[in-house]
């Protein structure tokens, strides 16, 4: 093998996994999320995002990691319910403190303070957002121009009335921020409306993120998939990989 190629090949062996708990999945990935990094998950409704963020959850629970997992979804019940039907029961690791299970409500002022301070000061190994897309949507007005430039994310068209402007991605870049300042590996799901190209509804998340897992559905053909479009240091295939959703979570097939 010439120098350098085995030179890189050594460099990515070095990597640190981190396993993803989905069977098949870490196989083609060099054997898991490189450690301490951000992946984009994103999908249909319906396309098992939700299940693939806990079966990572609970293969760290499996390995004695902290886990976090945020949701905008107030439903917890339902679901620990749902993944405790596909046979990952939280329940005893909850009771330790090894996972919590926090709702995050957007209406509140404070939430996103709320929601980094959690990721940075829990000592998390793996951290779940489902999902990032309210997070996005909403904007933040700011009347500083100069910042807004800055930020090179302004629509000059979007200038309200009162003079401020609207910034519609700055949370986004304040939670990846967040987790990227804390040393965890995490997951964040973004909504994508069926048949979308598209790799996140924001359009930002995939450039943010360092992977990027895209899922989908067929219902004519009744089957479902699952693509890794994007990993960094990861030698990877971009061929969708027909799934699963059965006992224990999703597998691919
Ligand atoms: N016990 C089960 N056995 C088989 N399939 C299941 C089971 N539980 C859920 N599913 C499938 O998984 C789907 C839900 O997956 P999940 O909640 O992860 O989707 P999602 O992508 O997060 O959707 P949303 O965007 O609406 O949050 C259900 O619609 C169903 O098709
Ligand atoms: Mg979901």
Redesign the pocket.
Known sequence: MPLIQSESKNMLDKIKRVKTGVSGLDDIISGGLPKDTITLVS??????????CCQFLYQGIKEGDKCLFLTLDKKIEGLLN?TT??GLDFQSAIEKGQIKFLYLNINKKLVYETMANEILSGNYTRVVLDSITPLSEMPVHINNLDLANNINIIDPEELSTDGTYPIRRLHLHYIINALQTATCTSLV?S?LPSGSNNLSRDGLSEFLADGVIV?SLDPTMDRRKLTVIKMRSTKHTLKAQDIE??GGGIKII
């Open positions: 999908g249909p409704p319906g396309s098992g995002k939700t299940i693939l749902q039907h596909l799901t909504e899922m959703i059965g």
